[in-house]
């Protein structure tokens, strides 16, 4: 409301008593715009908390969106962890296994070949007894021969 002349209270200069000014009417007071109706207060914190709300909710959903690529990273680190352990658990025993077998036939061998040392010192030894049989033998033979020679 605009407030009339008749209602701004004037001041004269003159040598008279000074007149008090005129009272406003409570009307007028009343007509007079408030802090929240004259800046829109009520609307503008209205539409702040909603923007608000807005924000971060569209803020969350960001955050979310943003986490994703460590969830992402963590779960495949996982898978990863996971895969490189059974692999290495299966060529371990891949491993073991041919390890296992060469071993074994490194032990087939070496009783193989023992046995055929065994057998060729027991040839040599019965040969060995053999002739040295065989040399007592003869002698005695010709001990005996040179005995009944004698007679």
Not at 59 to 77: K, L
Not at 90 to 113: A, P, V
Not at 145 to 151: E, G, P, Q, R
Request: aromatic share 8%; glycine share 2%; with cysteine.
């Amino acid at each position: 409301p605009i407030m009339t002349p008749s209602t701004i209270a004037t001041i004269t200069t003159s040598g008279e008593a000074p007149i008090p000014p005129p009272t406003i009417p409570s009307l007028i007071l009343e007509n007079l715009p408030t802090f929240n109706s004259a800046f829109h207060f009520e609307e503008r914190l209205r539409l702040l908390e909603t923007s608000f709300s807005e924000y971060r909710q569209t803020n969350q959903f960001a955050d979310v969106v943003s986490a994703i690529p460590g969830i992402v990273h963590q779960y495949m680190d996982q898978q990863m962890k996971e895969a490189v352990r059974e692999a290495v658990q299966i060529q371990t025993n891949r491993l073991q296994d041919s390890i296992q077998c060469k071993n074994d036939e490194f032990l087939r061998n070496i009783d193989e070949n023992m046995k055929k040392v065994l057998k060729g010192l027991v040839k040599n030894q019965r040969s060995d007894e053999q002739r040295n049989l065989y040399k007592a033998l003869v002698e005695a033979y010709e001990a005996d021969k040179a005995i009944l020679d004698t007679y």
